[in-house]
């Protein structure tokens, strides 16, 4: 819940903040969001590593080191969502493919009844699975370039008669 406090916040102050240079756009405000929120938790993985390796069952092997690297990648990946356009699309589906990865320690939480530092047992982190559809959904939108408005013509067939007989006509 506090990846989610922490991605709300963060879309709201990128929002306010773009918003006086650039205008209101909620999905570059999302991705800024989820970028901060990625630092945030890539932080939180390497100064804070004890509930992180909490969520990964104790027959898997350096859990410490796979909680580093992990954070090392959240980092990597909040950095990456600044990147230009051409390759945003591709963090995004990485990120989404990240955010799947790891899914399983969150079900293993809930499904064990794990206990995890910080966290209150019970039902909460059963609320947490579905949120983590809620973070690849995000992850997968703010990256995708925003669709361009398309002028339909309402008449093709008149202007594609005109554009074939013009010319052949001459006013007499």
Request: charged share 10%.
């Amino acid at each position: 819940m506090i990846f989610l406090v922490v991605l709300a916040l963060a879309t709201a102050v990128s929002a306010a903040v773009t918003s006086r240079w650039h205008g209101f756009s909620p999905r570059e405000a999302a991705r800024l969001g989820m970028a901060i929120a990625l630092a945030f938790a890539g932080a939180s993985h390497l100064f804070l590593a004890t509930p992180f390796i909490q969520h990964l069952p104790t027959w898997v092997p350096l859990r410490a080191e796979l909680v580093l690297v992990s954070g090392l990648i959240e980092l990597a990946m909040g950095v990456a969502l600044l990147v230009p356009p051409p390759t945003r699309r591709r963090v995004g589906v990485v990120l989404a493919l990240y955010l799947v990865a790891v899914f399983p320690s969150n079900v293993y939480v809930a499904a064990f009844d794990v206990e995890v530092d910080g966290q209150p047992g019970g039902a909460y982190p059963w609320v947490r699975l579905p949120l983590q559809l809620l973070f690849i959904a995000w992850a997968l939108w703010c990256t995708r370039e925003a669709s361009r408005s398309v002028t339909v013509d309402p008449f093709p067939t008149l202007a594609a008669e005109h554009v074939a007989n013009y010319g052949k006509h001459s006013p007499a």
